[in-house]
């Protein structure tokens, strides 16, 4: 078994965990940083009343407490599922090296958990989306985003 298996293992146990305990759907992740795991998770959408509470979401946090860090460079993340929108932008916010997965989304629809209209929406035009995106009071906040560029004691990210 090589290294990348061994810690694929490790996240569909986690999936199975989790979904046997009744936290929320088959989905588990491990982040790893020079072959040890920083970060564990798995989905508790269903039990935290949390929708972002995918297991990724879960890792990416566990991980970055165990860091004390807001980044994971030099990480990779390993999913027993393909990455719904929110989680591989998550994964990307986070900056991991690397991702791994066991199941694909066509695996996840077959079950019920199928992402096929956000990514649809992703690509229409705002007017067009099913929930009404609506921008106003962009004048007053704009001027926060103006403080922001010139503020010199900030941490860039």
Same mark, same amino acid.
């Given at each position: ?16 965990? /989790?979904?046997?305990? /009744?936290?929320? /759907?088959?989905?588990?992740?491990? *982040?790893?940083?020079?072959?040890? +795991? ?11 009343? =949390? ?22 460079? =030099? ?31 066509? =695996? ?6 199928? =992402?096929?209209? +956000? ?11 099913? *929930?009404?995106?609506?921008? *106003?009071?962009?004048?007053?906040? +704009? ?15």
């Amino acid at each position: 078994m090589t290294r990348e298996e061994k810690f694929m293992q490790e996240a569909i146990a986690l999936s199975k965990k /989790g979904m046997e305990a /009744g936290e929320g /759907g088959p989905f588990g992740c491990v *982040i790893v940083k020079d072959d040890e +795991i920083i970060g564990r998770g798995n989905n508790k959408v269903t039990s935290l009343n =949390d929708p972002t509470a995918h297991a990724e979401v879960v890792a990416i946090r566990d991980a970055c407490k165990s860091l004390n860090a807001f980044q994971l460079e =030099d990480c990779e993340v390993y999913t027993s599922c393909e990455p719904c929108p929110m989680c591989l932008g998550a994964i990307y916010w986070a900056r991991a090296k690397k991702i791994y997965f066991a199941n694909n989304r066509q =695996d996840a629809a077959a079950i019920g958990f199928d =992402d096929t209209m +956000i990514y649809e929406e992703m690509n229409k035009p705002l007017n067009e989306r099913k *929930i009404p995106i609506t921008s *106003i009071a962009r004048e007053e906040a +704009i001027k926060v985003f103006e403080e922001w560029k010139i503020k010199g004691d900030k941490t860039l990210y």
